[in-house]
């Protein structure tokens, strides 16, 4: 990929971003030119969500070329808390942990490395919600 097209796609590759349509109010992920709902080209874009719940999911044990080394993985339908669905990587967990319902949030991680060039790619992939509340004080008897 050239330097140039790496540059355009930072905002997408760092951030949960998506288009909204000032037409319709519809949001899209990935992010569109035009709106495939009213055909407005009025869009604007959109940080999404970082926080959802796992709707479906399903292990990848037979990866495509180039992601052999990380299998099993497991990659899952999120509905997140501003209604878009992602298909997105979950990671920090075991496969028995999986199950709809789940509490994730985005978090930034390595995809892979382009054997050719070396170059990282980074992007989102998804984690279970560690729920801590910092305001509660440990027990020490417990």
């Known amino acids: 990929m050239s330097a140039p097209a790496v540059r355009r796609e930072i905002p997408y590759r760092y951030r949960l971003m998506g288009t909204k349509c000032l037409n ?3 949001l899209f992920h990935p992010p569109q030119r035009i709106c495939p709902k009213c055909g407005s080209k009025d869009l604007v ?3 999404l969500a970082w926080r959802g ?10 990866p495509p070329k180039g992601y052999e080394d990380y299998k099993p993985y497991i ?8 209604g878009k669905l992602i298909l997105a ?4 967990c ?12 985005a978090t930034f991680r390595r995809i892979r490395e382009d054997g050719k ?16 509340n ?3 004080k440990p027990n020490p008897e417990k």
């Open 24 to 26: 319709c109010g519809a």
């Open 45 to 47: 874009e959109e940080e």
């Open 53 to 62: 719940r796992l709707v479906a999911y399903t292990v990848i044990r037979r």
């Open 75 to 82: 990659v899952g339908l999120i509905e997140l808390k501003d």
């Open 89 to 92: 990587q979950i990671v920090d």
């Open 94 to 105: 075991d496969i028995e942990e999986v199950r709809p319902g789940l509490k994730l949030e």
């Open 117 to 132: 060039s070396g170059i990282i790619e980074y992007g989102y992939k998804f984690r279970p919600v560690i729920e801590w």
């Open 134 to 136: 910092w305001q509660k």
